[in-house]
């Protein structure tokens, strides 16, 4: 069973940095993409960005790119999300999530199989 908990959130000025965690326990979690998604009150859970196996791959949402950025230690099991230049619209609740499903980068939330409980970001103007 994989276990994924993320944390880091917090309430920020806009056009501040932020990190957020996700720590995942399981033997075989290295071997999973890792992904963030967020969802702000009255709205879907929107895909933010992906890393595949090895950390060698990424892929974000458009409304992030050049702004934040995922990377992760296999050696600790943990995947960060560094968010700089924050925006009054980032703000939601940030997921963490893991894909066994063999693909390299999915972006869809169907593609997960285990989710934390997600962490606040809540970003002021």
């Known amino acids: 069973q994989v276990q994924v908990v993320e944390s880091g959130g917090g309430l920020v000025q806009a056009g501040r940095s932020l990190r957020l965690s996700c720590a995942a326990s399981g033997r075989t979690v290295s071997s999973y993409a890792m992904g963030w998604f967020r969802q702000a009150p009255g709205k879907e859970r929107d895909f933010v960005a992906v890393?595949?196996?090895?950390?060698?791959?990424?892929f974000y949402a458009d409304s992030v790119k050049g702004r934040f950025t995922i990377s992760r230690d296999n050696a600790e099991n943990t995947v960060y999300l560094q968010m700089n230049s924050l925006k009054p619209e980032d703000t939601a609740v940030y997921y963490c999530?893991?894909?066994?499903?063999?693909?390299?980068?999915?972006?869809?939330?169907?593609?997960?199989?285990?989710w934390g409980q997600g962490t606040q970001v809540t970003v002021s103007s």
């Open positions: 890393i595949n196996w090895s950390g060698g791959s990424t």
């Open positions: 999530a893991a894909s066994a499903r063999n693909r390299a980068l999915p972006s869809s939330a169907g593609w997960y199989d285990y």
